[in-house]
């Protein structure tokens, strides 16, 4: 054991906190744990105060089964290191997030959507997980076996268990490059979403940038394509890593602007051109000095809003952020048409990503956007949020947050699985 800094990419988290490198799975004697992964989401969501995080060491596995499409891999194997082996064998998995420095086994206990969650989120390509929790020992879990367990994992933001391994569904590649086939200029919300609602291209890449005390005050480029027949190029993806630090200038509006010049410039070139795979799946990966321009703390928050609502909340949205002007850096849009079981990140709407500064006008407009979000019956991302509180959580997932907390409850008797999130209201006790 050793006392570590640790700190959460959006700033919000630093902390000593004991730390544990576990060779053995079965040598966890800690009563109280929490999975550390690498490290690297951008919230604090593995951390807290006291926490014994342990860092799974054991001997990381890839193994393809070509024919039946399925690939076997170690919960604590990052995911570039599979996105790598499988573009040598000309396969690809959708679904890890736009960072490539995670583990599988964190994708798989936050749920992560990839960049087409409109055909899929990590749930609906997972075959099996080998789960171990010293209360019950290891067990395998899928969508017919343990398949109370399989659903509380994915999504269960680390509190079954640790994720020991996983087979997943993989696809075949015919091409390392998608062709740039539309490239669009919005400044409208609707004509946005029922462009994406439309679209069936495996990859649009919107920028959404919010413009103050505008009758039109957005604008946003969507640059879309498919898969493209060209000579195949095998290209290894070649991992930045993410430091904490930070320059802090997009808090002024002179920045915001320029990086909104840039990024629709950017977008734009691309028209008519090819993306590579490594670009297209993981921008963050390629853009990472955007996280070092951003002041010492922000948050991404993103949301679900369902397709009904879609027009209402956004209407009421502009007046919110007229009223209170927060300080908005960079946002996102996605569809999704699935469905979420527990506390899972899923369902049928419009996904709204937005990066929030943390500054003196933030705290009083949040509260009124929580309530927004409830009035139109959004669905927020618990695992990227590092200030949602307990009784958020409550009150956006109601009777599955308590079913969940039932059956997490029950399965944790004698060892406990935590985090920052569920350690607000002593979960266990």
């Known amino acids: 054991m050793e006392n570590k800094i640790f700190k959460s990419i959006d700033g919000l988290f630093e902390e000593s906190l004991k730390y544990y490198k576990i060779k053995n799975i079965r040598d966890i004697s800690q009563k109280r744990i929490s999975i550390i992964g690498k490290g690297n989401s951008i919230s ?22 070509e024919k039946k499409k399925i690939i076997e891999v170690s919960g604590n194997i990052e995911a570039f290191k599979i996105h790598n082996y499988l573009l040598e064998r000309k396969f690809f998995f959708p679904s890890f997030p736009s960072y490539p420095m995670v583990t599988v086994g964190a994708c798989i206990a936050n749920c992560t959507h990839g960049i087409s969650p409109k055909f899929g989120v990590i749930k609906d390509y997972i075959q099996e ?89 957005i604008i946003s480029r969507i640059s879309s394509g498919n898969f493209k027949k060209s000579d195949y190029n095998f290209k290894s993806l070649d991992v930045k890593n993410i430091i904490n630090f930070r320059l802090g200038i997009l808090k002024f509006s002179f920045f915001r602007r320029l990086l909104e010049k840039l990024l629709l410039i950017k977008e734009y070139a691309n028209n008519q051109k090819l993306i590579h795979i490594n670009d297209a799946f993981f921008p963050s990966n390629s853009r990472l000095i955007y996280f070092y321009l951003m002041p010492k703390k922000f948050m991404e928050n993103q949301v679900i809003i369902p397709h009904k609502n879609v027009k209402f909340f956004f209407k009421s949205f502009q007046k919110l952020y007229n009223k209170y002007s927060p300080t908005i850096t960079l946002g996102h849009l996605k569809i999704f048409d699935g469905k979420g079981d527990y506390l899972q990140f899923n369902g049928k709407g419009l996904g709204l990503t937005l990066h929030f500064i943390i500054n003196k006008n933030f705290h009083e407009f949040y509260g009124e956007f929580l309530k927004l979000n409830q009035i139109y019956n959004c669905k927020p991302n618990l695992y990227k949020n590092s200030i949602i509180q307990m009784k958020d959580i409550k009150m956006f997932y109601g009777k599955k947050y308590m079913k969940f907390c039932k059956e997490i409850k029950k399965i944790n008797k004698k060892f406990y699985f935590e985090n920052r999130l569920f350690n607000q209201d002593n979960f266990y006790e």
Do not use: H, W
């Open 44 to 65: 604090s969501l593995p951390f807290k105060k006291g926490s014994n995080l342990i860092d799974l060491a054991i001997n990381k596995k890839i193994k393809l089964n």
């Open 129 to 217: 997980i080998v789960l171990y929790n010293p209360n019950f020992g290891t067990k395998i879990l899928s969508k017919n076996r343990n398949a109370k367990l399989f659903n509380l994992t994915i999504g269960g933001m680390g509190l079954t268990g640790a994720i020991i391994s996983a087979k997943l569904k993989v696809f075949k590649l015919k091409s390392s490059y998608i062709g740039i086939s539309d490239n669009k200029k919005f400044d409208n919300f609707d004509k946005i979403y029922k462009f994406l609602k439309k679209s069936n291209f495996i990859y649009n890449q919107n920028n959404l940038f919010l413009k103050f005390g505008e009758k039109r005050f």
